[in-house]
């Protein structure tokens, strides 16, 4: 409830390839709920259902020249509750070669200015190291359906670099890098840590107590900090 007495209500849309995008999602939700939230949350839903992992090198390159190219990925309809009203929108995914997600990138052309517009929009990615252009488009094709974009929330993936590139393309092609003699030893294990997921359920916990508030998110200090 807000000050006023009306329930604050969020609307979590979110998807994720390969699992780690959705375990950041459901913690922050957590978080919101146990500050007093409504949360609304829907996954995108591709048509034909994307496998992870690849499982090939050539596969792995292919969808990787795809995503460059920012190819979309047909989705389901969105279910009416998505359309109905909330005081803000968190719109969650990976970064696919520096952009949004194919399934995302439809998102915005098909439903974008009928699901954003007037709303506030908070960008939630999980991502390797390279956010800031995928951030900055999304921002720009958020703003282009009329929305707010209030701010960000960016988590990426702990492991050190050049090792966590090749961790994570191993990963999608289907190999175990974790377990590699040579790179077992940097590179410890696929996507986030326990400690990002403790991190968003905290951050879900200040933005549910802002939302009822009413603090402008805009000011808060939200990772990467």
């Known amino acids: 409830m807000t000050d006023t007495g009306r329930a604050v209500r969020v609307l979590l849309l979110y998807y994720s390839f390969s699992g780690q995008a959705s375990g950041l999602v459901h913690r922050l939700a957590n978080g919101l709920t146990s500050a007093g939230v409504e949360v609304a949350m829907e996954r995108l839903h591709p048509e034909v259902p994307l496998r992870f992992p690849l499982g090939s090198i050539p596969r792995t390159l292919r969808m990787m020249f795809t995503s460059f190219l920012r190819w979309r990925v047909e ?72 929305a707010f974009v209030v701010n960000r929330i960016v988590f990426t993936h702990p492991s050190p670099e050049p090792v966590l590139t090749l961790g994570v393309f191993l990963k999608i092609a289907g190999r175990n890098p974790e377990k590699s003699r040579l790179l077992g030893k940097w590179y410890h294990k696929y996507g986030h840590s326990q400690q990002q997921l403790q991190e968003a359920e905290r951050i879900g916990g200040l933005l549910g107590d802002s939302l009822r508030t009413g603090q402008d998110l805009a000011g808060l200090a939200l990772p990467p900090a």
């Open 75 to 146: 989705i389901a309809p969105l279910p009416a509750v998505c359309f109905d009203s909330h005081d803000l929108i968190i719109l969650a995914g990976p970064t696919w070669s520096y952009s949004p997600s194919g399934p995302v990138l439809r998102l915005l052309d098909r439903d974008g200015r009928q699901l954003f517009a007037g709303r506030q929009v908070l960008p939630f990615i999980s991502c390797r190291r390279y956010w800031r252009y995928h951030f900055f488009y999304l921002k720009h094709r958020l703003t282009a359906c009329g």
